[in-house]
């Protein structure tokens, strides 16, 4: 199933394997991290279709692809046809290779503008915008939906249905309802169904943490790529591990203390180099947390990390925790 071709437009992706765009998580550093790992497909943390926030630091950040490959998705997020259409040229001139557009976030500062997937309950108002945005550019345009806006309202195969019609080339559909918001199960019936009345590809997302999981949810939905997004947070390796189960129906075995260890002293080094020393500290404590989860002693280092403010400290620390964890499970075996 990890062979199966999977294009958007003019691009045949190396496997069927993407980051969910995720606020503050898929930076730079970190879609580069993943696709390193094996992720097929990455897209940007969603830029605002309001003009007058498109230069802040925050804005120019997410859309900074330096040294990215082709192709990249940059996300759009905005509840006016027009305004959204804008954006969308926007990127495009800033070297966006495909467009995504964001119905699909729960957060409530962005439904309360009527945006992500609050957008949901107004079919009309979906579909003007996705017209608008696909005459907008000649670059591929894919939408990220849910299910529906709640479990009463649960439409995704009308707005499936939509987006084929307005010239969507790839829908990406989370398994819940905005009302679900990331609480309970995520169910893939309805992914199923909304694969089997459209014909363009569709991505599944959703509770997608393991390898096994994976290969499921790919059978039970027939879609034709799946999406990651929490389950990649300290696990960037998780696209690798799912690539070589698809391919072999073989778990490859996790990595190595050393390893992880390595990997995450690399991810450090991207954050200080993006956003500078003391930003990068700031935004390294979080996916230092996430690495670290589930390690030995790994709440007392955590701890420790909150409190250091300079790269070469959190560089330092994060070497001699691992160094013990590494040494310690020598003598073990």
């Given at each position: 199933m990890?062979?199966?071709?999977?294009?958007?437009?003019?691009?045949?992706?190396?496997?069927?394997l993407f980051?969910?765009?995720?606020?503050?998580?898929?930076?730079?550093?970190?879609r580069?991290?993943?696709?390193?790992?094996?992720?097929?497909?990455?897209v940007?943390?969603?830029?605002?279709?309001?003009?007058a926030?498109?230069a802040?630091?925050?804005?120019l950040?997410?859309?900074?692809?330096?040294?990215?490959?082709?192709?990249r998705?940059?996300?759009?997020?905005g509840?006016?046809?027009?305004?959204?259409?804008?954006?969308?040229?926007?990127?495009?001139?800033?070297?966006?290779?495909?467009i995504?557009?964001?119905?699909?976030?729960?957060?409530?500062?962005?439904?309360?503008?009527?945006?992500?997937?609050?957008?949901?309950?107004?079919?009309?108002?979906?579909?003007?915008?996705?017209?608008?945005?696909?005459?907008?550019v000649?670059?591929?345009?894919?939408?990220?939906?849910r299910t529906?806006?709640?479990?009463?309202?649960?439409n995704?195969?009308?707005?499936?249905?939509?987006?084929?019609?307005?010239?969507?080339?790839?829908l990406?559909?989370?398994?819940?309802?905005?009302?679900?918001?990331?609480k309970?199960?995520?169910?893939?019936?309805?992914i199923?169904?909304i694969k089997?009345?459209?014909?363009?590809?569709?991505?599944?997302?959703?509770?997608?943490?393991?390898?096994?999981?994976a290969?499921?949810?790919?059978?039970?939905?027939?879609?034709?790529?799946?999406?990651?997004?929490?389950a990649?947070?300290?696990?960037?390796?998780?696209?690798?591990q799912?690539?070589?189960f698809?391919?072999?129906?073989?778990s490859?075995a996790?990595?190595?203390?050393?390893?992880?260890q390595?990997?995450?002293?690399?991810?450090?080094?991207?954050?200080?180099?993006?956003?500078g020393?003391?930003?990068?500290?700031?935004?390294?404590?979080?996916?230092?947390?996430?690495?670290s989860?589930?390690?030995?002693?790994g709440?007392?280092?955590?701890?420790?990390?909150?409190?250091?403010?300079?790269?070469?400290?959190?560089?330092?620390?994060?070497d001699?925790f691992f160094?013990?964890?590494?040494?310690?499970?020598?003598?073990?075996?």
């Amino acid at each position: 199933m990890a062979d199966k071709a999977l294009s958007i437009g003019p691009y045949t992706l190396p496997n069927n394997l993407f980051l969910a765009p995720m606020a503050g998580v898929t930076d730079r550093p970190f879609r580069q991290l993943c696709r390193k790992l094996g992720a097929g497909m990455v897209v940007s943390e969603m830029i605002t279709a309001n003009k007058a926030l498109w230069a802040s630091k925050k804005s120019l950040l997410r859309a900074n692809h330096e040294g990215e490959p082709e192709p990249r998705s940059v996300q759009i997020a905005g509840a006016d046809p027009q305004m959204m259409a804008e954006a969308a040229r926007h990127n495009v001139a800033e070297g966006a290779h495909i467009i995504d557009i964001n119905m699909g976030c729960p957060a409530k500062k962005v439904c309360n503008v009527m945006a992500g997937s609050a957008l949901l309950q107004h079919e009309k108002l979906v579909g003007e915008i996705l017209e608008a945005v696909v005459n907008a550019v000649d670059v591929p345009v894919t939408l990220k939906i849910r299910t529906g806006w709640d479990s009463n309202n649960r439409n995704g195969v009308q707005i499936a249905r939509i987006a084929e019609d307005a010239g969507i080339q790839a829908l990406a559909v989370h398994g819940r309802t905005r009302a679900d918001a990331y609480k309970g199960d995520a169910e893939y019936d309805t992914i199923a169904e909304i694969k089997s009345r459209i014909a363009i590809p569709v991505i599944a997302n959703g509770d997608i943490e393991t390898p096994e999981k994976a290969l499921l949810v790919l059978q039970q939905t027939g879609a034709d790529g799946l999406m990651i997004g929490r389950a990649a947070q300290g696990n960037p390796w998780i696209f690798q591990q799912i690539n070589h189960f698809l391919q072999t129906g073989e778990s490859l075995a996790k990595p190595s203390v050393t390893e992880v260890q390595q990997i995450l002293i690399c991810h450090l080094n991207t954050l200080y180099d993006f956003y500078g020393e003391y930003s990068g500290v700031r935004m390294a404590r979080k996916h230092i947390a996430w690495y670290s989860k589930g390690l030995r002693n790994g709440n007392a280092f955590r701890q420790q990390m909150n409190t250091l403010g300079k790269a070469e400290h959190q560089l330092a620390f994060t070497d001699a925790f691992f160094a013990q964890l590494a040494e310690k499970d020598s003598l073990a075996a």
